[in-house]
């Protein structure tokens, strides 16, 4: 699929999704994880977009679960959220990660938005829009640095020239939030930009070995006109203790808790109805092996360990944005950072462990079993985890709080 094979969303005219309370939310993200399952190592092997997937997300009503109740929808938890990605994740990865940005940038309109922005975006969302993302530079000496520049024009507004990658999200967007620099004073801000506005190119580029169709490709703007309304500091949300940044890693971490989980469940699938037993365990069936069962209760610890993680890090992030406050902040973001390196460790383990257990047959490449690995091993490339490690250490020797940035 090219990226012209996908119209942009307008988010007009289109019927109101449905106001899910968490109850519900989770049940729909079951019933749909169900369908996607079936199609998920297809897309991978062939690299087709989940255009029709990502169709009815939007409509069940899931992608709306950022909306505050103030301005019409359920203002659902950050437990929900995360919890509904975990579960989209265990059928695929690569459907659960392209609304990551969306939720994210929900919450910095929460948080940092004037008024008439707010109510535009929200409406937009509980219409069936989708919010992208353009967030990452091309170049520069580091992750965060931004080259993109917001320039004032003559109407008032801004003019926008950048270009963006790693845009998960942008290809099936409504509305695309970009990272830039203030032409005058170097700020950082987030302008948000219809991906159908004059300027704008999405550019379906992406060739990483994991989290293939999640289109996380491109973004060129070329003189893009911008309302001044529709530019946001995003200092507003990164400088307080409003757990921010903690939000977002928490998301990517359910995404690793659900690759675990999906990767651990085929294997087992696996070993009960394919897998033959080694000679040596001297059992007609794989699944009596006794090594084999040792290796999978090995990797159901780590899954557990995982899954609990994410429970008490969602219950922290919940915490700080309930009361904003610098303890709670602090404990949000450690306990992200547990999170992300017990996902890690949970999703590679799986992956790789699934394999082993399955033995040659499941390394056939119609079969598609190495998708896990390559989806958790891409995926946990975010925001890496030696750092947390840094983070926790630090904490717990001096007192020293972790950094607060928009990822952490």
Same mark, same amino acid.
């Given at each position: ?7 942009? +969303?307008?988010g007009?005219?289109a019927?109101t ?12 993200a ?16 062939? +690299? ?9 997300l939007?409509a069940s009503?899931?992608? &709306? ?12 938890? %950050?437990?929900?959220?995360a ?7 265990? %059928? ?43 967030q990452?530079?091309?170049g ?20 926008l020239?950048g ?14 939030? =970009? ?7 170097? !700020?950082?801000? =987030? ?10 190119t ?21 003189d ?23 939000? &977002? ?7 690793? @808790?659900?690759i ?34 040792q290796?999978?209760?090995?990797l159901?610890?780590?899954?557990? @360990?995982?899954? @609990?993680?994410?429970?008490?890090? &969602? ?5 700080v ?9 602090? !404990?949000a973001?450690?306990?992200?950072? %547990?999170?992300?390196?017990?996902a890690?460790? %949970? &999703? ?13 047959? @499941?390394a ?9 690995w ?6 946990t ?9 840094q ?18």
């Amino acid at each position: 699929m090219t990226t012209t094979d996908i119209p942009p +969303r307008t988010g007009q005219d289109a019927p109101t999704v449905p106001v899910l309370d968490a109850d519900s939310a989770r049940t729909i993200a079951r019933g749909l994880a169900a369908t996607y399952t079936d199609g998920a190592a297809h897309r991978d092997l062939h +690299r087709e977009l989940p255009a029709t997937e990502i169709e009815s997300l939007s409509a069940s009503g899931l992608l &709306a679960l950022g909306v505050p109740t103030a301005f019409g929808g359920p203002g659902a938890s %950050a437990a929900t959220v995360a919890e509904v990605l975990r579960i989209l994740a265990t %059928a695929d990865p690569n459907i659960a990660q392209i609304p990551h940005s969306h939720f994210v940038y929900l919450n910095l309109v929460r948080l940092a938005a004037p008024r008439d922005l707010q109510e535009e975006i929200f409406s937009a969302v509980l219409q069936g829009a989708r919010l992208g993302n353009a967030q990452s530079e091309l170049g520069g000496p580091t992750a965060l640095s931004v080259t993109t520049r917001l320039s004032p024009d003559a109407a008032g507004g801004y003019r926008l020239t950048g270009r963006k990658g790693y845009a998960t999200g942008a290809l099936f967007a409504t509305w695309i939030p =970009v990272l830039a620099g203030l032409a005058d004073t170097d !700020e950082q801000v =987030v302008a948000f930009v219809p991906r159908d506005a004059p300027g704008v190119t999405v550019i379906d580029d992406w060739d990483g070995i994991g989290q293939r169709t999640t289109a996380s490709g491109q973004v060129h703007l070329e003189d893009v006109a911008v309302p001044a309304h529709r530019v946001i500091s995003r200092a507003r949300a990164v400088s307080g203790p409003y757990g921010y940044g903690a939000y &977002a890693q928490l998301l990517h971490g359910a995404i690793d @808790a659900g690759i675990a989980e999906g990767a651990l469940a085929e294997a087992a699938a696996f070993v009960r109805t394919t897998a033959r037993p080694h000679h040596e365990a001297a059992v007609a069936r794989a699944v009596d092996d006794p090594l084999t069962i040792q290796r999978v209760g090995e990797l159901e610890v780590r899954l557990r @360990a995982a899954t @609990a993680q994410l429970r008490v890090a &969602a219950e922290a992030v919940d915490a700080v944005q309930a009361t904003p406050d610098e303890d709670l902040a602090t !404990e949000a973001t450690l306990a992200v950072a %547990a999170l992300k390196i017990l996902a890690t460790e %949970a &999703a590679l383990a799986a992956a790789e462990g699934g394999l082993e257990i399955s033995g040659t047959r @499941a390394a056939g490449r119609t079969y598609d079993y190495d998708r896990h690995w390559r989806n958790a091993r891409t995926h946990t490339l975010h925001d890496p985890v030696r750092w947390k490690y840094q983070h926790l250490g630090r904490h717990r020797l001096t007192g020293e709080r972790p950094p607060r940035t928009g990822t952490l």
